[in-house]
């Protein structure tokens, strides 16, 4: 089975960021994607895996990744 990909504009557009966020994110390896000639684009599980809740204690605040968030009350 064929997985979707999505242009680096598609995955801005649905977190919201710019294009050059996406771009940060491929380039520090926060985010998979692969290169199709001279064209880059984002497999649908790379935007799952970004986009994954972290759960408290889950991660330390320095590995904190863009496009992930802690799911938990403040000062609980």
């Not at 809740?53 to 889950?58: A, D, F, L, M």
Request: glycine share 8%.
């Amino acid at each position: 089975m064929d997985e979707k990909l999505y242009t680096v504009a598609e995955v801005a557009k649905r977190f919201r960021v710019s294009s050059q966020a996406v771009y940060d994110w491929i380039n520090r390896g926060d985010l998979r994607a692969i290169r199709i000639g001279t064209r880059i684009r984002i497999p649908e599980s790379a935007m799952r895996e970004m986009a994954r809740p972290i759960v408290p204690g889950e991660l330390s605040d320095r590995e904190n990744k863009p496009g992930q968030w802690v799911v938990g009350l403040v000062g609980a």
